[in-house]
């Protein structure tokens, strides 16, 4: 269990850095539509479609990686307070039943979306560019994947919870900048 929690973070991890990058090729692109548009008045007929993939493409591959390293948003205000055994039964229930429901379908119903699009070469509607966008929906059922992956590996954490009474730890992949800043302060302050 505890390799596959391991392979699940590990995977989860590199793929949402990887597509983080979307951002730089976002911000790019939307920094040479402004430039087109208004220094050489010939804006482009394809950067809003590329902002929408891009933005997509950040949006449903950071989903696993959210998952992985406890950053989506929640109502804790109750959980906390109960003992870590609860917490990890309660968590058991919801990812049954909310949590792989939601998932599987968005990985089932999302191979038949991309499915049919890849058929039909689908493009885009909303310019008159015309770009591709079957490639950029093959991302629904994978991201619904990897969701998946990283679901099995939570419910691994609450079994191993239920064991042994606490949380595993999970690697510190990434710091907010404001942790960094107060440890590093706490640091010299204490070295004063």
């Not at 394809?46 to 449903?60: E, K, R, T």
Request: net charge positive; glycine share 6%; proline share 2%.
């Amino acid at each position: 269990m505890n390799r596959y929690i391991k392979f699940a973070d590990s995977l989860s991890v590199a793929v949402g850095k990887a597509f983080s990058w979307c951002i730089v090729i976002l911000c790019l692109g939307t920094c040479y539509e402004v430039v087109m548009a208004y220094a050489f008045n010939k804006p482009t007929l394809w950067n809003f479609d590329f902002s929408l993939q891009m933005y997509g493409a950040i949006f449903m591959m950071a989903g696993a990686y959210t998952l992985s390293t406890q950053a989506h948003v929640r109502g804790d205000v109750l959980y906390r307070l109960m003992k870590t055994k609860t917490q990890a039964k309660l968590d058991l229930i919801l990812y049954f039943i909310f949590f792989f429901p939601g998932v599987l379908a968005l990985t089932f119903y999302g191979l038949d979306y991309a499915g049919l699009a890849w058929k039909i070469k689908e493009t885009s509607w909303n310019s008159p560019a015309q770009i591709q966008i079957y490639m950029a929906k093959s991302l629904i059922p994978l991201s619904g994947l990897l969701l998946t992956l990283q679901g099995v590996a939570e419910v691994f954490r609450c079994i191993n919870c239920l064991k042994s009474g606490r949380w595993d730890e999970r690697e510190d992949t990434d710091q907010e900048t404001e942790k960094i800043l107060m440890r590093t302060s706490q640091k010299e302050f204490k070295a004063k």
